[in-house]
């Protein structure tokens, strides 16, 4: 046998040949994703119940009452590392890693009520929890329009907690290979194979295996990720999606370098105010497949945020929901801004809808307004401390609080909060002599944000009831 490969001959007698011939054909092979076998739903006590069988991370927006139902999964398979070069495909560094871990699935009940569109998060594990922060965020949006909603627990951290709080539902989770494999390096088959075990319309589920949307069909398979899961998103979509394009659609936020734009699939990333400071200085270009919105006046954790996690962990203690506060950070400002982040998001899903189905790109936004570039990034900002440029919303524009995506402090993640301080009367009766004059000019803000697509027009009509019914200018 002639030597092509120039290995030693050593290597190509005996069982060096075979090791050689699966080496070929997994470098043949590697787009390929690993199939990967599902089982349940995982029966669960209702969630609320203060038991230990209950799903971690279960919805505390309801759902029952919308037509919505919760079930959980579990994935299990063999999966790759892969190298990751800068903005290249990467390669298979080897195979054949067990693992296996967690899925829940929101979805209509009624075929009729699905929209065709189902949103797979990447769960963030900051901190220890899994927390599915686009849920939180954007999963009254997705009832009302009918999407699906499938959340994927990719990383051992939160696998790690979960196991703390219930062993008995979730002692058998791994995604190390039995402690072999290191930093998450499976996670990206985990999340290919999950979205690739969602029937795309003309498919069907094989005789015997599981379809975790119970016969409904995608039209569209959309990825989303918040802050961690949004670099880890980028690191997926610079080097292994690629590979094997699994999603037509990225929505990444709060975090994510540079991001390939090289491909088909469409990616949207949005950004808060507290997200910027590291990229202003590098910022990517809109192309035919990326872009880029930064909200002002908005923080990495807004009020929604917090108040949502809350209720989840309510939820999780058998505590009442109505009961959820948000949580005193012990930072050096009042904490949370209340620039409604999620109003854009939504708004954005939207877009990255049409933009999959008919190719009508999103449209453009101003960056914030840098006033400084060195030797620190500083922004610029109007006389009362709110940043100029971007995407404002009425809540900014006509603004009634100075609110901003930083802060500090001795808690460690105070800088993800931003802060929310509001004028004191003497102020806002300068500005806002009248209610009418408020109510009008909180109207032409919310017109202009709709006009030109940061907003949808349910968010709208809110916007203008709550400035009704505010106090101002009385």
């Known amino acids: 046998m002639k030597n092509y490969y120039n290995l030693p001959d050593k290597l190509l007698g005996g069982s060096g040949l075979l090791f050689f011939l699966v080496f070929l054909i997994s470098g043949f092979s590697q787009a390929a994703v690993p199939d990967a076998t599902i089982t349940g739903p995982i029966a669960a006590d209702v969630a609320g119940s203060g038991t230990l069988n209950t799903i971690y991370s279960a919805s505390a927006i309801e759902l029952t009452a919308n037509g919505y139902i919760e079930e959980e999964y579990f994935i299990e398979g063999r999966a790759n590392r892969y190298s990751n ?266 877009h990255l809808v049409s933009w999959i189905r008919d190719n009508i790109a999103p449209p453009t936004s101003d960056p914030l307004q840098v006033a400084q570039m060195m030797p620190v990034v500083e922004f610029a900002r109007d006389e009362h401390g709110n940043i100029l440029g971007g995407i404002r919303l009425a809540e900014h524009v006509v603004a009634t609080a100075r609110n901003t995506g930083m802060n500090n402090g001795s808690n460690r993640f105070c800088f993800l909060y931003g802060s929310h301080e509001p004028f004191d009367q003497e102020t806002l009766t300068l500005l806002y002599p009248t209610h009418e004059g408020y109510v009008n000019a909180v109207r032409e803000a919310v017109e202009q944000n709709l006009a030109d697509g940061y907003i949808l027009p349910y968010a709208a009509a809110l916007t203008i009831r709550e400035a009704q019914a505010s106090a101002i200018g009385r």
């Open 85 to 350: 070069p800068e903005m290249e495909n990467g390669s298979i560094l080897d195979g054949g890693h067990r693992y296996k871990t967690r899925l829940i699935v929101r979805r209509p009940e009624s075929a009729a009520d699905f929209n065709g569109i189902v949103v797979v998060e990447w769960i963030n594990v900051t901190g220890g929890p899994d927390k599915d922060i686009d849920w939180w965020q954007s999963g009254t949006h997705f009832i009302r329009n009918g999407y699906a909603f499938v959340v994927v627990s990719a990383q051992q951290m939160g696998i790690d907690t979960m196991q703390e709080w219930s062993s008995g539902r979730y002692g058998s989770l791994d995604i190390t290979h039995d402690g072999m494999v290191e930093n998450d390096a499976l996670s990206y088959d985990i999340f290919s194979a999950v979205g690739k075990a969602i029937n795309r319309i003309g498919e069907t589920t094989p005789r015997g295996e599981v379809d975790i949307l119970a016969g409904l069909k995608a039209e569209q398979i959309i990825a989303t990720g918040h802050s961690q899961s949004a670099s880890r998103l980028a690191t997926y979509l610079n080097n292994i999606h690629p590979l094997e394009p699994v999603y037509d659609g990225i929505m990444v936020h709060g975090g994510g370098g540079r991001i390939r734009d090289d491909q088909e699939t469409k990616i949207f990333k949005i950004m808060s105010e507290t997200d910027m400071p590291r990229r202003a200085a590098t910022p990517q270009p809109n192309s035919n497949t990326f872009r880029q919105w930064e909200v002002a006046g908005t923080s990495h954790v807004d009020v929604p945020f917090e108040m949502e996690y809350a209720k989840v962990r309510n939820l999780r203690e058998g505590l009442p929901v109505e009961d959820a506060q948000p949580r005193d950070q012990g930072c050096a400002l009042p904490s949370y801004s209340h620039v409604p982040f999620r109003d854009v998001q939504n708004a954005a899903f939207e």
